[in-house]
């Protein structure tokens, strides 16, 4: 058996043939996991946004729900770690999807292995601004306060600055490499075998001497993900093609 990790897709941000690839390449993560896999962990940003109400929800992305219910109905335990993108989650995934719900982080012991998962926005020290700004998007009054607005609306404003924020974050972060380099080697030093982070869009496996950190990557350009089984811990990529 094997666990899969992935992250990044932001579905909902690119162009028409741009989602459909990721749609395809999902489809494809998919179908191994249903071969040889008993765990998924999607490490965050499966969503380019993503708030519910109390009786809404974006229905834009169907086809990926049901590919991930189909999992769950063949036996397959899913663990989201929300990212900076989706953590407006209310109780669709846990009440209805069955999807254990992770707001900053997961530990678990997969095998023989223990592994600290995490979706990484903010883990750069020199990051302040973001670290305010999630504070405040997190603030409860504040989510109360825009789920007051029209889900229309709402919904099609949060897209449109969720945009800028992708971008803003994409150039900026490639410089905070060496920072979560440095904290998965803490964690690794904590006792942990393996660190999985996201957040970066960029495919990154090191070795240290107590153990192994991986970066994710994306599925938008990289198509990267994690496999775990037998105790071996693999990078691989999916063909664009």
């Not at 071969?35 to 490490?43: E, P």
């Not at 993503?50 to 899913?78: C, H, N, R, S, T």
């Not at 029209?150 to 410089?175: N, Q």
């Amino acid at each position: 058996m094997a666990l899969y990790i992935f992250s990044d897709v932001h579905l909902g941000a690119g162009p028409e043939e741009k989602e459909v690839l990721k749609q395809q390449k999902i489809a494809e993560l998919f179908k191994m996991v249903k071969q040889d896999g008993d765990r998924l962990v999607i490490l965050g940003d499966l969503f380019d946004f993503w708030f519910e109400y109390k009786q809404a929800m974006p229905k834009d992305q169907f086809k990926v729900l049901y590919m991930l219910y189909d999992l769950i109905e063949q036996g397959i335990k899913i663990d989201y770690v929300s990212g900076n993108h989706d953590f407006w989650m209310h109780d669709f995934f846990e009440t209805q999807m069955h999807i254990d719900i992770h707001q900053d982080f997961l530990d678990l012991k997969y095998e023989n292995l223990k592994l600290h998962l995490i979706h990484g926005d903010g883990l750069s020290p020199a990051d302040k601004g973001y670290h305010f700004l999630k504070k405040v998007l997190r603030n409860k009054l504040n989510i109360w306060l825009y789920r007051q607005l029209p889900p229309d609306f709402a919904i099609s404003l949060a897209k449109s600055v969720s945009g800028s924020s992708r971008e803003y974050t994409a150039r900026r972060d490639h410089h905070y490499k060496l920072d979560y380099e440095n904290y998965a080697e803490r964690k690794l030093q904590d006792g942990f075998d393996f660190v999985a982070i996201g957040h970066l869009h960029l495919p990154v496996y090191k070795k240290f001497e107590s153990g192994v950190y991986i970066n994710s990557g994306d599925f938008i350009n990289h198509f990267s993900y994690v496999k775990i089984s037998d105790n071996k811990i693999e990078l691989n990529f999916l063909s664009e093609q």
